[in-house]
């Protein structure tokens, strides 16, 4: 593949195959690759007028020896399920959705960046009710799909310090969906993501929507913070998605580095007396933010704007250590495509 993978950023790619099963008759089809990249619905289908759909995203990886692997496809298998269920979409097995992946990630084998290039193949999971439902009720037929794209770092910049804001609207309600990866949490981060960048910000903080006193995450990450005496807290809610990446940290900062890691309630009140403050998700990877602003209060980290803060650093080498095949991690974290 002859791509400039240095300087490709976050943006779709066509690649040659995709996977495909549709629910129909109360059961999966049997699925399968296909190199049709488009879809022809009813103009009425659930999808478009109730926006049932909800998604995953992960990521392959070339290894420093050569080897293609996925970091840890159970949890998102996993994820999948609890979205679905929460949308009222019929589950898709999770053996299946590990099938899939492997499936896709083969045929696409070419467009997986190699290793040091900075790039990696991303990787998308989604469902979709696809038949007509004009009352607002569930869709009975579903497609679920997974492609794959090549993509650079999700901000601009790689590994420098961004600023962000602290949001005037909120992602997800008390008691919604956003502990699940439903589209509508993203749609509802929209009009919030544009404002910010137009006022010069890359993403917005989002608080508790109950009080609004607390730290949730961003539209696409979580948030990992670092005390001044090197502990990691992140924020606990439950409306929040449980990041597999921010997961994977603190247990990489308690079992393999020997930190203090808590997982509590985050006020925002409190966020000047951290040294460390950086986004954590399969795009962001961890990406380290400088500057908080709070209508016209600005907190800004001791790590400062010109790179990310020492901690965080050993938290991202370590990491993508064990993702590149560069370090050991917890047994059945890596998972080799075979091809
Ligand atoms: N929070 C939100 C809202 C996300 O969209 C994502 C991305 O998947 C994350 C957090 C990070 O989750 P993960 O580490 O599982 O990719
Ligand atoms: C991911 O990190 O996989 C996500 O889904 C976040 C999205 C904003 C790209």
């Not at 929040?240 to 890691?261: D, F």
Request: glycine share 10%; charged share 25%; hydrophobic share 35%.
């Amino acid at each position: 593949m002859n791509l400039d993978w240095a300087n490709i950023g976050f943006g779709y790619i066509k690649t040659d195959k995709r996977y495909v099963s549709t629910w129909k008759n109360g059961a999966w089809d049997e699925g399968g690759l296909t190199s049709d990249d488009q879809i022809t619905m009813s103009e009425c289908a659930c999808v478009l007028q109730y926006a049932q759909t909800c998604f995953e995203g992960l990521k392959a990886y070339t290894t420093v020896d050569g080897r293609i692997v996925t970091f840890r496809p159970d949890l998102n298998a996993k994820r999948m399920v609890d979205s679905a269920k929460r949308l009222e979409m019929p589950p898709f097995p999770e053996e299946r959705f590990l099938d899939a992946i492997e499936q896709v990630v083969r045929a696409n084998k070419d467009w997986v960046p190699p290793y040091g290039s900075g790039a990696t193949l991303y990787i998308r999971p989604y469902m979709f009710g696809i038949d007509p439902v004009i009352g607002v009720k569930p869709a009975t037929e579903y497609q679920f799909r997974t492609f794959v794209t090549p993509v650079g770092p999700y901000f601009k910049g790689g590994a420098k310090p961004i600023v962000i804001k602290v949001s005037d609207f909120d992602r997800a309600a008390p008691h919604g969906t956003g502990h699940v990866k439903a589209g509508l949490n993203y749609a509802m981060s929209l009009h919030a993501i544009v404002t910010a960048h137009e006022e010069g910000y890359a993403e917005n903080m989002y608080l508790d929507p109950g009080t609004r006193t607390k730290v949730e995450e961003t539209g696409g990450a979580n948030f990992i913070f670092i005390t001044k005496d090197g502990t990691v807290v992140t924020p606990k809610s439950d409306s929040i998605l449980p990041s597999i990446t921010r997961r994977s940290i603190c247990q990489v900062a308690e079992e393999i580095l020997g930190m203090k890691v808590e997982h509590r309630e985050v006020l925002l009140e409190e966020l000047s007396d951290f040294a460390e403050c950086g986004l954590c998700g399969t795009a962001a990877v961890i990406s380290p933010v400088g500057q908080i602003d709070d209508h016209g209060r600005s907190i800004c980290f001791p790590s400062g704007m010109d790179e990310m803060g020492p901690t965080i650093r050993r938290l991202y080498d370590t990491l993508t250590g064990i993702q590149l095949g560069l370090l050991d991690g917890p047994e059945g974290w890596v998972h080799e495509i075979t091809v």
